[in-house]
């Protein structure tokens, strides 16, 4: 095996690995503001979310959802709209005041959103 065919492969996705993603900012967020179950609940469903792309990439079909440039546009999209969406929910959250009584979000809820977000992260498909 040519090893300077490898050291290109290698240094991409050492990059891809070390760049905080939307996945760890969000978990950091939950976290640190809804406490460690939710937070651990959040990061149950982006890892559900990576296993998905886990099996998507060791059966083949990574491949062909990267040749479909339409289906892979239209992910990239609904993945961006998403965490402008996310982002818009946290600045009209910090935007309002403190409510003694607030009610908290299930705990479902978290999960389902950490998966979401997970399913919707182009960059894990793109590696």
Known sequence: MNFEVLIPIILAF???????????IAVATVAM??????????GLG????????GVIAATGLGV???ASELVLLALKVLGGGYLLWLAYQSA???????EKNAKPQSEGRWFLRGLILNLSNPKAVVA
Not at 14 to 24: Q, R
Not at 92 to 98: E, H, L, M, Q
């Open 33 to 42: 503001s809804s406490g460690r179950r939710n937070g651990l609940l959040f």
């Open 14 to 24: 050492f990059i891809v690995t070390v760049s905080p993603g939307p996945a760890n």
């Open 46 to 53: 982006l890892s559900i979310g990576l296993a998905f792309w």
């Open 92 to 98: 009209k959250s910090a935007a309002k005041p403190i």
């Open 64 to 66: 062909v959802l990267q």
